[in-house]
């Protein structure tokens, strides 16, 4: 799935391209968008006191440390616009040094101020349907009301769920007989060349993948680890758009107690393509107290935004 390509050339068109980044409308939200390098795209809860501003300041500061020469623009989502100057004035501060923030608006509903000069302006609504337009065209899905419903969204219906649910009965009972007739060590070779191959097929034609198949890979990436990595090691960044197409599919179909490995991989994918906001949607899904350590790993690097090139040159 291509990336819409949109231009952006005014304060409404950066408002309307927002949300389509973030998949959902930000309310009571900072925003940091990085116009050049490779920077990424950042969105905190608004603080509203000094313990909160000082904690997301140093949190942003220490993230975009990183990107040394990047140009951002900050975007204040409130009505409280004493505490977005305050936000944003203590933000730019901690980011003086090694990244330039270019402009900073206040966002109020469809109006919007700039700091500095008092310049305001309203949303412009053809900007916004023009950005629609691109992301249409390109096979997006439109942004959501609130980052609630884009981990709801994640979640696909009960009837998908059972079908997969009823597919993993065969799956599993053929996958004890393939270890009884080969034994446990080459059964899982094979497996793991099977899950390759499954995966590089997707990403090849992006068919959607059988009950059956679906069933064999979630079982697959929860029965074992190193399964669990054959399927992390073939995400690239090349790869990673339908990757995330991929692992959102058998996310939205897999049955609850076998989310977490698929929702660690979409969470991967989304990092990898550069969408932080996928990544903590997906991320969302792992209940805390199991403790996964792939999803530790991915929450470090979106939190800490670490550059997805460092995923090796042919990654």
Known sequence: M????VSINNESDLIAVVPHLLHFHPTDSLVVFPVSGRAPTARVDHPHDGDALLEVAASLGAAYRKHAGARVVLLAYTDNHPHAVDAITAVTAMLDGFAEVIDSLVVDGEQWFRLGTGERGTVNSQAVARVEAATVLAGSAQP???????AEDLVGPQEAALAVREAGKAQHAARAGRIAVEGQEVADVAEAA??????????????????ADAARLLLGVNAILDLRDTAWMAITRENAQTCIALWRDLVRRAPEEHRTPAAALLAFSAWCAGDGALAWAALDLIPAWE???MAGLVAEAVENAVDPAIWGPNR
């Open 2 to 5: 291509a990336k819409p390509v």
């Open 144 to 150: 959501k009301r609130t980052r609630q419903e884009v």
């Open 291 to 293: 403790d996964y350590a």
């Open 194 to 211: 099977w899950i390759s191959q499954t995966v590089a097929g997707f990403t090849y034609d992006e068919v959607r993948l059988s009950d």
